[in-house]
Each structure stands twice: as structure tokens, then as C-alpha cells.
């Protein structure tokens, strides 16, 4: 779809008017001027939406499924708006996606994101699955997939209402309130009719490209409000200690000297005869030797309502005894929830219009099974993760969840997933405050509970999936 006037420099330097229909190949630049706009498709079936007054160019778009580390999805955005939504090979692939700026590297790790270059900043917001922003640094300029060099910060849709920013002076980027960066995508200099036909939404996909309701997003004023309101702190300035003089002690007087009296004698009595005491018989002591028993860990809870599935670039850890490819998972006739791209959870099917019931207030979750990886160097090295422990606690009368994973590997040392949030009434998990990005569901009595995870480390990427009983 083309409005207004859009045009392709081609890698010979030649430049032609984009139509609809007309090929878009590796090398070319896409320009949009004021008022201008473009939607592309390309053939795995990923979407861009090209704003007004943008410039980008696909520097790759290639795949290989027998192998995919010579594949790659990498554009670049000299200036403009962008949103994109991925296609097959990059859902394959996502440690090869990779979408650069003048001053940013976005590893793309989700399905639907959009991103603003304007001069000397970034600024990137998401729909659904997760980014992972750094400053564009040498090292970062060539490669593909997520740039970690310890400065890199993740954006996913669990965090609403912030989005990430990068200024060409700073050192790592900085959450910050969102704003609809779609909506201002159009210079100041543009007519009022032409910036408000450029800046209708236009959906790229009648299901993945629907706007996000804005009443979860927390605009710059509102910002300010919340700031104004908070009273300053007293500062209570406390009186300097005196500490008192010794008191001056009089000399006593002199206390004369008494003569010494010399004892009188004493007379001294016989000795008194002490008749010694009957001797005492201890009876016999009987030793009972105690031999404790041994301690039993109770067996995990079983989980049979919830199933994993896992795609197909998911390496299968040792621990993995429980996820189900993805086409096995499907014959099961389970219900399918929403996934995280590397993990779906399915779940027994239950009567339209069912929702979560339990007469329990609160409950206690036990692990049940679990399965975590570390990725490392883009993806090239995956090693598996310990769970020490870690626990589910849910309040049904709040719909309110509270979770903790404690996690080690000798290359990354400890780490802890944390995560708290709001219970649908179909049972799926919402995110509000976690250092992770969690997708999961409960099963609709209350009883059972699993979700999957991605976590970034200095190192790398954390995955994995979970299941709780009680």
C-alpha cells in the first residue's frame, strides 16, 4: 500500500517511484517524504509500516532452515517512524533480527514494535514481545541480533506504559513514560489536513496490528502531575551535642592514722568428730539409642491439566522432560494460550464461557517441573540453568499472583526472577511489576499454574518454562 509520494534507491544509485505491487530487494532504501507512507510485506509474511519523512534500508533479509546461523533480518533507520511486525523467519530466528539507528542497535526479540530515529535519539515502544535496545557502539554496528555489551536494556509488553530511550550522550538507555511515537511522525511544516491523514492508523494486520488501548499509557504531563504531587521531604536539622564538663572533685581531708591494737588470744576447742555419710547407690541406667529417621522430601505436585510446547529452534535441555514439540502439542486437543515465541502453553479444553472458579482464598504453589537455558554470544552457545527453588503464591479473592525463581550457572553466577501481577478470569497471567518477561495461565479450578520466562543477563538471554501444583 503507498500514499503520497514514496521512492527506492536502488544499490545501483538509481531511484524509482514506489507502487503498489512493485519488488522491494536486499540494498534498497525506502524514503517517504512529508505526508508519504508504506506499508511492505515481505515473503515470509513479515510487515513494515514506513511513516512519513522516514528513510530505510533493508540491509538483509535471508534464511536458511538447515542452517540458520547464515541467516539474518537486518534493516537500518536513518531517520523517521517505523512499525514492524515479524514474519516466519524472523519468529525462526530471533537472535539473528536486528534493526539499527544512528545511535542504537535493537535486538528484536517480539512480534510487533515500533521505532523513532530523530537526529540524536531513539526511541522505541512495543505492542507485543520484547526488544532489547543498546547504544550503537563498533561492535555493534555489524553484527546481527541483540547487541550485549553490558548496556543493553529490554523492553517487553509486560511493562506498559514506558517505552526506552537513547540520547547520542548517554551511556544506556532509560525508560521512560510512552507516548504514541505513530502519532508523531509528521514534521512540523506539514498541513494540518495532510498530518492527519498521514497519522490515521493503518492496520497492517487485522489481528497483530491492532493499536493498543491509550489509556495505558502514561503521558509526559501526566508524568509531571505524579512528580508535583509528591511532598518534599523535612529535613530535620538536629541540635549539636553538648557534652558537660567533668565536675571538679575537692580533695578529701587527710584522715589520721589509728595505732595498730594487737589481737587478743582466742581459745581454740577440740575438733569436732564428723561421722562421714552412708555411701550412695546409683541404680543402673538403661541407654535407649534414638535412630531418626530419615527426612523425605515430599514428592513435586503432578500436573496433568497444562501442557509446554516448544518450537522448533528451541534446544531440548536434560532437564526438559516434560515440554511436547509444537505439532505434538497440537494433537493433544488442548486449548492454546498465548506463548512467548520460544514456548505456547495449552491447557484442557473446557465449556465456552468458563472461568476461573475456586472456593480457596489464597494458595501456596509448589514446583512442579521446570526448564531453564542460558543463550549466549547471539545465540550461538546455550548452556543450561539450576532452579534451586522458587515459589507461585496467589490471592484468588484479589486475582492477584506473586512468583520467585532463584536460578544459577557457573558462567553467569545467581540470579532471581521476580514478578507480581493481576489474575484474568480466564486464568491468564498479567504482568504489572517484574524484571522479566512472563507469559502463563492457571488452569480454570485453581489447581495448577505454569508460565515461561525471558530474562536478560550481563552475559546473555535466560529462558525457560515452568509448571506448579499444590
Not at 169 to 174: E, Y
Not at 201 to 209: N, T
Request: charge should be neutral; glycine fraction near 8%.
Amino acid at each position: 500500500m503507498v500514499i503520497g509520494r514514496v521512492t527506492v534507491v536502488g544499490v545501483d544509485g538509481a531511484s524509482r517511484t514506489v507502487d503498489r505491487g512493485m519488488s522491494i530487494r536486499v540494498g534498497d532504501r525506502i524514503e517517504t517524504q512529508a505526508g508519504g507512507h508504506v506499508h511492505l510485506r515481505f515473503v515470509d509474511g513479515g510487515r513494515l509500516s514506513i511513516r512519513p519523512a522516514s528513510i530505510l534500508q533493508v540491509e538483509d533479509y535471508s534464511h536458511s532452515t538447515q542452517q540458520p546461523l547464515l541467516g539474518a533480518i537486518k534493516f537500518r533507520l536513518d531517520e523517521g517512524v517505523v512499525r514492524s511486525i515479524t514474519g516466519s523467519w524472523g519468529e525462526a530466528a530471533r537472535d539473528r533480527f536486528r534493526l539499527n539507528t544512528p545511535v542504537a542497535a535493537i535486538g528484536v526479540k517480539g512480534t510487533d514494535f515500533v521505532v523513532k530515529s530523530d537526529g540524536g535519539k531513539t526511541s522505541a515502544s512495543v505492542y507485543t514481545g520484547a526488544i532489547m535496545l543498546t547504544p550503537l557502539v563498533n561492535g555493534c554496528i555489524t553484527s546481527v541480533g541483540p547487541c550485549l555489551n553490558g548496556n543493553e536494556k529490554l523492553l517487553s509488553e509486560d511493562m506498559k506504559g514506558q517505552m526506552l530511550e537513547l540520547n547520542r550522550q548517554q551511556a544506556t538507555p532509560q525508560l521512560v513514560p510512552s507516548v504514541d511515537l505513530l502519532a508523531h511522525s509528521v514534521r512540523a511544516h506539514v498541513g494540518t489536513d495532510m498530518a492527519a491523514r498521514a497519522n490515521k492508523p493503518l492496520p497492517l494486520d487485522e489481528v497483530h496490528m491492532e493499536t493498543r488501548n491509550s489509556d495505558a499509557m502514561v503521558t509526559d504531563s501526566r508524568a509531571a502531575i505524579v512528580v508535583a504531587s509528591i511532598p518534599p521531604q523535612q529535613v530535620v536539622v538536629e541540635p549539636p551535642m553538648v557534652v558537660p564538663p567533668f565536675p571538679v572533685v575537692p580533695d578529701l581531708p587527710s584522715v589520721p592514722v589509728m595505732p595498730v591494737v594487737p589481737d587478743l588470744p582466742v581459745a581454740v576447742s577440740p575438733p569436732e568428730v564428723v561421722t562421714p555419710p552412708a555411701p550412695v547407690v546409683t541404680p543402673p541406667v538403661t541407654v535407649v539409642t534414638v535412630v531418626p529417621q530419615p527426612v523425605v522430601p515430599a514428592a513435586p505436585p503432578q500436573v496433568s491439566q497444562l501442557v509446554w510446547a516448544r518450537y522448533n529452534w528451541v534446544e531440548k535441555m536434560d532437564a526438559d522432560t516434560f515440554s511436547r514439540a509444537f505439532a505434538d502439542a497440537i494433537t493433544t486437543g488442548y486449548e492454546r494460550l498465548p506463548g512467548n515465541g520460544n514456548y505456547t502453553l495449552f491447557r484442557q479444553p473446557s465449556a465456552p464461557g468458563t472461568v476461573l472458579t475456586t472456593t480457596d482464598v489464597t494458595a501456596e504453589f509448589r514446583l512442579a517441573s521446570s526448564s531453564v537455558q542460558l543463550a549466549r554470544d547471539a545465540g550461538r552457545i546455550i548452556e543450561p540453568v539450576t532452579v534451586n527453588d522458587g515459589t507461585f503464591n496467589v490471592d484468588f479473592a484479589r486475582s492477584s499472583f506473586v512468583t520467585q525463581l532463584n536460578m544459577s550457572n557457573p558462567a553467569m553466577g545467581a540470579d532471581t526472577l521476580v514478578a507480581s501481577g493481576n489474575i484474568r478470569s480466564d486464568g491468564v497471567l498479567q504482568t504489572v511489576s517484574s524484571n522479566a518477561s512472563i507469559n502463563g495461565a492457571l488452569t480454570l479450578d485453581g489447581k495448577e499454574a505454569g508460565y515461561a520466562f525471558e530474562k536478560a543477563v550481563k552475559i546473555g538471554n535466560i529462558r525457560g518454562i515452568t509448571l506448579w501444583g499444590r
